[in-house]
């Protein structure tokens, strides 16, 4: 049976992601934050020492303008790129939604034809719970997905907050907020390609989300940040111990669901 892929952001020093790569983390994203000062030494050796470590690196960089995304490719060279445009999934806004999908369905095809060994992450904004659009939003959702897979290699699903609270602008994530697990259900179920689970993830609930929702993958950053004395998350600084615990509970939900399928297929054996 699969173990399911751990993925942890936002690491931007080769010595964290070092440690990370021992305890056990599959993907590890780093962050260009200044689309006028992209280039980072740090950030190149992280993604280095990713690839040296034997892990997947990941780059998400906050930039509209496909020219600077291509560039701080090439100078990166990540295996993966993760685009976390927003794109609402709310009936009032589908309209400038469409208008977007154009550019971005053309920015991954271009991503493709000149990065041919790169894969695309895209960002899937949903609601927390509580939504009183819950069908209608599903469905713009699930629409999305079926215009991006042809272009895109993974899914990630992420918590999308209301307007103005949105923590980087324009973009979706790290809220440390859960999103609405029913609707990402319905994505994971109807993606044709893998799909990673983020949005307020920690130790304490992503036994729960593994064996409910059973995504290819789980991604954590805000929650498993180091906290400064008034308890705040840090960005960019990991506690050791809190990746330690989630990667645990994600292993313990694998096993529970290896001994499940065993359990069931004993069963069914019993029958035949």
Same mark, same amino acid.
């Given at each position: 049976?699969?173990?399911?892929?751990?993925?942890?952001?936002?690491?931007?020093?080769?010595?964290?992601?070092?440690? /990370?790569?021992?305890?056990?983390?599959?993907?590890?994203?780093?962050?260009?934050?200044?689309?006028?000062?992209?280039?980072?030494?740090?950030?190149?050796?992280?993604?280095?020492?990713?690839?040296?470590?034997?892990?997947?690196?990941?780059?998400?960089? &906050?930039?509209?303008?496909?020219?600077?995304?291509?560039?701080?490719?090439?100078?990166?060279?990540?295996?993966?790129?993760?685009?976390?445009?927003?794109?609402?999934?709310?009936?009032?806004?589908?309209?400038?939604?469409?208008?977007?999908?154009?550019?971005?369905?053309? /920015?991954?095809?271009?991503?493709?034809?000149?990065?041919?060994?790169?894969?695309?992450?895209?960002? /899937?904004?949903?609601?927390?719970?509580?939504?009183?659009?819950?069908?209608?939003?599903?469905?713009?959702?699930?629409?999305?997905?079926?215009?991006?897979?042809?272009?895109?290699?993974?899914? /990630?699903?992420?918590?999308?907050?209301?307007?103005?609270?949105?923590?980087?602008?324009?973009?979706?994530?790290?809220?440390?907020?859960?999103?609405?697990?029913?609707?990402?259900?319905?994505?994971?179920?109807?993606?044709?390609?893998?799909?990673? &689970?983020?949005?307020?993830?920690?130790?304490?609930?992503?036994?729960?989300?593994?064996?409910?929702?059973?995504?290819?993958?789980?991604?954590?950053?805000?929650?498993?940040?180091?906290?400064?004395?008034?308890?705040?998350?840090?960005?960019?600084?990991?506690?050791?111990?809190?990746?330690?615990?989630?990667?645990?509970?994600?292993?313990?939900?694998?096993?529970?669901?290896?001994?499940?399928?065993?359990?069931?297929?004993?069963?069914?054996?019993?029958?035949?």
């Amino acid at each position: 049976m699969r173990k399911t892929v751990i993925q942890i952001y936002e690491v931007q020093r080769p010595k964290e992601a070092l440690a /990370l790569i021992e305890l056990g983390v599959d993907h590890i994203g780093s962050v260009l934050t200044d689309p006028a000062r992209w280039k980072s030494a740090s950030v190149r050796k992280t993604i280095e020492a990713v690839r040296a470590g034997g892990a997947k690196s990941i780059l998400i960089p &906050l930039m509209k303008d496909p020219a600077a995304i291509f560039a701080a490719l090439d100078y990166y060279e990540p295996d993966c790129v993760h685009l976390c445009d927003v794109l609402s999934p709310y009936p009032k806004d589908r309209p400038t939604v469409a208008r977007d999908f154009d550019a971005l369905s053309s /920015l991954h095809i271009d991503l493709k034809d000149r990065f041919p060994r790169l894969d695309i992450m895209r960002s /899937l904004g949903v609601p927390r719970p509580g939504s009183d659009e819950v069908a209608a939003v599903t469905k713009n959702i699930l629409d999305d997905v079926a215009r991006f897979a042809p272009v895109t290699d993974f899914f /990630l699903i992420d918590t999308l907050a209301s307007g103005p609270t949105q923590p980087v602008a324009g973009f979706v994530g790290i809220t440390g907020e859960t999103c609405d697990w029913t609707i990402a259900r319905a994505v994971i179920d109807r993606s044709p390609i893998p799909v990673i &689970l983020a949005g307020g993830l920690a130790a304490d609930n992503v036994c729960d989300a593994v064996v409910g929702l059973r995504p290819a993958g789980v991604d954590s950053c805000t929650r498993t940040n180091a906290c400064d004395r008034n308890g705040r998350p840090v960005r960019f600084r990991k506690d050791l111990g809190k990746v330690r615990r989630f990667i645990a509970e994600v292993r313990r939900a694998d096993d529970f669901l290896e001994g499940a399928a065993g359990d069931a297929s004993s069963v069914n054996g019993k029958r035949a």
